[in-house]
Nanobody, 127 residues
Framework: QVELVESGGGLVQPGGSLTLSCAASGRIFSVNSMAWYRQAPGQQRELVAKITGGGDKNYADSVKGRFTISRDNAKNTVYLRMNTLRPEDTAVYYC?????????????????????WGRGTQVIVSS
């Protein structure tokens, strides 16, 4: 099993900054993508930013130019630097990992694709 541990959430004033971190540990053969999603009360979970194994990045339109996703491959850790925060950025932020891992089977190990989620970290933007 792969565990994701998020940190860095908190209360910040509008216009402020925060950096979220998510560290993955466990049996990972290769990482396909790491991403941040968020869910505000009463709303669906939405993609905020994603970085692929090759380093390609994409962002939600609402955060382009303000948020930056980055990754430390050696540590299997993904970061989300959030600048110029707005009250509408208030949400629980979840880390997502899409990865390949060998799974033990009677006929031998099989490389399979998996997805894991963190438990979430709360971000509140308020004065």
């Amino acid at each position: 099993q792969v565990e994701l541990v998020e940190s860095g959430g908190g209360l910040v004033q509008p216009g402020g900054s925060l950096t979220l971190s998510c560290a993955a540990s466990g049996r990972i053969f290769s990482v396909n993508s790491m991403a941040w999603y968020r869910q505000a009360p009463g709303q669906q979970r939405e993609l905020v930013a994603k970085i692929t194994g090759g380093g390609d990045k994409n962002y939600a339109d609402s955060v382009k130019g303000r948020f930056t996703i980055s990754r430390d491959n050696a540590k299997n850790t993904v970061y989300l630097r959030m600048n110029t925060l707005r009250p509408e950025d208030t949400a629980v932020y979840y880390c997502n990992l899409n990865y390949d891992s060998y799974t033990d089977h009677p006929m031998g190990p099989i490389l399979e694709r998996h997805e894991s989620w963190g438990r979430g970290t709360q971000v509140i933007v308020s004065s």
